[in-house]
């Protein structure tokens, strides 16, 4: 208790804002739905998740008058029943309609959010073609007058299929089996993935399949797992044992730097790895998923290839907000930045907890 | 508030709480013909009669006090008990009141305040006074945790702990099997200065819950914690000053607790005061009723005094113009008058310092219009005051969200569970999350919506040890997975139930047995005498009924079990014989089976007779 005590007194001077929640079920998952609500989804695999339309706290939405919003928690908008675990779901923009993807069952699930009472309620199935039961597709939604699902668990299934018809309308055509780890829709045409190799490409669904690809990287990352997403400043690659690549679009096979991030060992679940840039920060970026801390780090402060990056700051509240035991520390699953606070992230952890945290700019003079 | 119409079963009416932050609790339960009122709250966002729930839901003609057999008020929170004097005095109810020791020591105190602010302060007419307020605590029965009050022959009720405030309960209201649990407003997670909701597994009919924070995830207590010692520490920080305007009992004692707890931490200096009125009376009540503080208070009571903090001193008013950082705890809690509202007035005009309201404020009070904005006051003497201190708004009730209200469910284990206080659409994934983790059906009524619920009661039994012992000859082991069938005579009386033979239920209500008999005929075609017919006959049937006892008396007649059969000849064919089949009434299926037996058709008996 002490510790956790110590924490919170340091904590006033580390965050402008924090707030911890309790979660019924650890999530994988936090999609944004405008700037106001995001979406979890539990991923247990023997009962029945939950999918839950969260909004946040008013005093976060609000500009002025802050400390006249008594009011710190999450409203519980939208509930619904998922049989299987989740570990993707996306919502599609300008419509009340989700897609998830997870296991047992290769295929993907279409849910309303209804208008009338706060149900979430399943309404249909994509099926997704793979043998191998342990592989789940990955998702992207292609957001136009007729919303289009980017899906896939190898390069060879890569589709897009109309939400509306279910027809499919983009196939890669390719018999290249590698493994997807992400899939990132950068235009009405565009679209980015990252394979678990380290292989990234740039794809133009109008073209036959010509990606501006990169070399896998080298031998020297020793069989890790790779994530990447693409930002306005570039393409960041992470790997599982904390490396971590910047990427000039314009020519994938030459990386501008590539560092390595202080963790203790190799992430326990490379599925976990997230790599996100700050929308509302020219040069940050978030990891997680190699223990319970989300790193931010800035990019210019990378001199140049290789070397140790130190993180600008460094959210530890999983393990020390309760004073967990080191051994018992949870796992972080997932973590996003808040659409327009621009130090504002959000981070989810294996034990169920979820914070929203607003990190001080260390830099920043008094 | 719905209709109580005396069903059989339980059936709780749905009057009142409007939205989610305010709401005025009174609900109105019949359970076995008991009629129970459950809270009796004000809305505190209403200025007229909107503010009082409609008694008249209740009864159209006859007295209340004649319709309900007790009012029951779970805490001392204006809109779970704000309505009472007038419901008492005004409206008129002369019947108990049950709550526990500290709401009845507390409850009077915060009655008299709100009228006050009502009456001096807003010039309100149609309210009840102080001298209805005190009629009305007269017929208050103050009740301890977990004991059992007989309100009548029938009806009893118990009282759990529910954390929120001191004195909070739940309460279990039972007529003989039949059980309705009530929560009013609890807590789950302990805080520092009281303890967490708690009931044992008594399965009640129907859990009562509030379900106002249900669909919310309430941040932990931690970061408010945190986000309230961020803004006294910034404040002191650049030699601020911060009021803190509390009542006597409730936040107040849980943020002191806090500030001493991290004052040294945080290597603060700046002085903390705590009003002298306030501090005497806390410290009273919490003597009186530390059995209600957590298990942590308790240990610390016993060897200090609780208000004794090693930084929090008594205040002198002249403190409030001593230079430099200060935080002061001040009552009363709505800046309304007295000691609070002198030193709002003091430091507004300061933008260094800050006030933080840590509840609720009535309509009209300055508390209230701060914190809807307003930075200019027209005081007393029409002096206009300029707020330029920061206002700051903080949460600290303690309600269950809808974990917390998974978790009592879970304790008490109900058959059918009702939430009040939230909107049915927008509570139905609750509902299903309710219904599929436990198994039983969840209601959310409207306001003014009746409920009605079938219950299947148990009603014991006594069976008569002959009329068991009967049973057992018969050989045959009690088998839980086969019932048997059980013949006997209920007698219900002076609410006693027994099941007896029906001979003794004949004996004791001194009547005799009648006997049924029927007779039927069968026609046999038959030349010979009736002796050899009935011969004939008897050979058929002891070698068909091998497991029934089938005997030839000397008279001729045959007998199966206590079935007679006997020949006679037909008076007008020679060549018939008529078979009269007798048998009485309890040996109806043997005698219908016989008689279709024998209808089939009797074989020759061999020649030279059996």
Known sequence: MEAAEDWLVESLRLYQDFHAFDLSGATRVLEWIEDKGVFVAGYESLKKNEILHLVLPLRLSVKENQGLFPERDFKVCHGGFSDRSVFDLKHVPNTRLLVTSGLPGCYLKVWQVAEDSDVIKAVSTIAVHEKEASLWPRVAIFSSVAPGVLHGVRLSGLKVVDLASQKTTYTSGVSDSEELSSLQVLGADTFAFCCTSGRLGLVDTRQKWAPSENVSPSAGSGGGRWCAEVGSRGIASLCSDGQLCLLDPRDLCHPVSSVQCPVSSPSPDPELLHVTWAPGLDNCLAISGFDATVQVHDVTCWAGTEGQAEPLFTHRGHILLDGNAPDAAPLVTTHTWHPRKPRTLLSAASDASLHVWDWVDPRASR | ?610
């Open chain 2, 1 to 610: 508030m719905g209709e109580g119409e005396g069903l059989a079963a339980p059936q709780p009416a749905l009057p009142a709480g409007a939205g989610q932050d305010v709401g005025r609790s009174c609900i109105l339960v019949s359970i076995a013909g008991k009629n129970v009122m459950l809270d009796c709250g004000m809305h505190m966002g209403f200025n007229d009669d909107r503010r009082f729930p409609d008694f008249s839901y209740i009864t159209r003609n006859g007295r209340l006090t004649d319709f309900l057999d007790c009012v029951i008020i779970s805490h001392f929170h204006l809109d779970h008990c704000g309505a009472l004097p007038y419901f008492s005095e005004m409206v008129g109810y002369d019947g108990p009141i049950y709550m526990t020791h500290p709401t009845q020591a507390i409850c009077p105190i915060l009655l008299e305040d709100y009228r006050k602010v009502a009456v001096d302060k807003k010039g309100e007419a149609n309210f009840f006074t102080s001298q209805m307020i005190k009629d009305c605590m007269k017929k208050v029965v103050a009740v301890h945790l977990h004991q059992t009050v007989q309100v009548d022959d029938e009806l009893e009720i118990k009282a759990y702990y529910a954390g929120h405030v001191l004195g909070a309960a739940m309460f279990q209201i039972r007529v003989g099997a039949e059980s309705v649990v009530y929560t009013g407003d609890y807590n789950m997670t302990p805080d520092r200065h009281l303890g967490a909701a708690w009931i044992d597994k008594c399965r009640p009919n129907l859990l009562i819950t509030e379900s106002t924070y249900a669909t919310t995830i309430r941040d932990s207590k931690r970061c408010r914690e945190r986000d309230f010692l961020k803004k006294v520490h910034e404040t002191v920080e650049r030699g601020g000053k911060v009021l803190i305007p509390v009542f006597a009992l409730g936040r107040a004692q849980e943020l002191c607790i806090l500030l001493e707890t991290f004052w040294e931490r945080m290597n603060l200096k700046a002085p903390i005061y705590f009003s002298t009125g306030l501090t005497e009376k806390a410290n009273h009540y919490y003597k009186l009723f530390i059995t209600w503080t957590n298990q942590k208070i308790r240990k610390t009571f016993v060897q200090r005094n609780m208000f004794e903090f090693k930084h929090i001193k008594a205040f002198d008013r002249a403190f409030a113009d001593n230079p430099g950082p200060m935080v002061v705890f001040a009552t009363p809690g709505m800046l309304h008058a007295g000691q609070s509202l002198q030193i709002f007035r003091k430091w507004a005009g300061n933008e260094k310092n800050m006030v933080i309201m840590p509840g609720y404020c009535v309509q009209g009070t300055v508390g209230h219009k701060i914190l809807s904005g307003q930075r200019k006051l027209e005081m007393e003497g029409r002096q206009l005051l300029e707020v330029k201190m920061q206002v700051e708004y903080m949460s600290f009730s303690a309600h269950a969200d809808a974990k917390g209200i998974m978790q009592l469910v879970r304790q008490a284990e109900p058959e059918s569970v009702l939430l009040v206080h939230g909107e049915a659409k927008k509570m139905e994934f609750l509902k299903q999350k309710i219904e599929q983790e436990f198994r039983v059906t969840c209601y959310m009524p409207a306001n003014g919506e009746t409920v009605t619920l079938p219950t299947s009661p148990c009603i014991p039994v006594g069976i008569s040890l002959g009329l068991l012992k009967r049973e057992m000859v018969q050989g045959l082991l009690p088998d839980a997975k086969k019932p048997r069938l059980l013949h006997g005579t209920l007698i219900m009386k002076d609410s006693n139930f027994r099941l007896v033979s029906s001979e003794q239920a004949l004996k004791e209500l001194g009547l005799a047995e009648h006997q049924l008999r029927f007779t039927c005929r069968v026609h046999l075609h038959d030349t010979r005498k009736e002796q050899e017919t009935a011969m004939r006959v008897y050979s058929h049937l002891k070698s068909v009924l091998k497991d029934h006892c089938v005997q030839h008396l000397p008279d001729g007649s045959v007998t199966v079990e206590s079935i007679l059969i006997q020949a006679a000849a037909h008076s007008e064919d020679p060549g018939t014989k008529v078979l009269l089949v007798s048998w009485t009434y309890q040996d109806e299926e043997l005698g219908s089976y016989l008689t279709a037996l024998l209808k089939k058709g009797v074989p020759q008996a061999p020649s030279g007779g059996s």
